[in-house]
């Protein structure tokens, strides 16, 4: 996050346990932050915002998870660019996401994360994080539809 954007619209940085719990509550928390920012919880940006930390968050928690150490999220609003900029932060450096999302639906319950985010997001990435761990981040445009409610 950058400090610029601390003036008008503080940036969220706050720790959850590696649980599942710590998951739902980071979505929660996105939420309401999202609120504060002026996106009420049913405006298209902050229902994506959701999922996309839903997702992110439940990664951390299921393939980040360090024994003793939580997860981070950051939420960052840059109104200038229409952006809001999603961290996830864990604790496990060698389990790294792919470059890409998966192109096709996996069969099951499970593996469809990636899809999600990278059909809300701009754009997605990771970056190593110092001195252990990783940064799942993603940015959503706060300008045009995210397209959640297709004909």
């Known amino acids: ?5 601390a003036t ?3 940036a969220l940085t706050v720790q ?4 599942p719990l710590g998951a739902r509550l980071a979505r929660r ?5 999202m609120e504060m920012w002026g996106y009420p919880p049913e405006s298209e940006v902050s229902c994506a915002v959701a999922l996309v930390v839903a997702e992110l968050a439940a990664n951390a928690v299921q393939h980040g998870r360090v024994p003793g150490r939580d997860f981070r999220l950051g939420l960052g609003l840059d109104e200038v660019a229409g952006l809001v900029r999603i961290e996830v932060a864990d604790a496990a450096t060698a389990k790294r996401p792919p470059a890409t999302a998966p192109s096709s639906y996996p069969d099951g319950e499970s593996g469809r994360g990636l899809l999600l985010v990278d059909v809300l997001a701009v754009r997605w990435g990771s970056t190593p994080r110092h001195p252990v761990g990783k940064t799942i981040w993603a940015e959503v445009s706060t300008v045009a ?3 959640l409610h297709t004909p």
Not at 1 to 5: A, C, S, V
Not at 16 to 19: L, P, R
Not at 29 to 33: I, P
């Open 29 to 33: 928390r996105a939420v309401r932050h």
């Open 1 to 5: 996050m950058r400090d610029d954007e």
């Open 8 to 10: 008008e619209h503080p």
């Open 145 to 147: 539809p995210t397209n």
């Open 16 to 19: 959850f346990t590696s649980s």
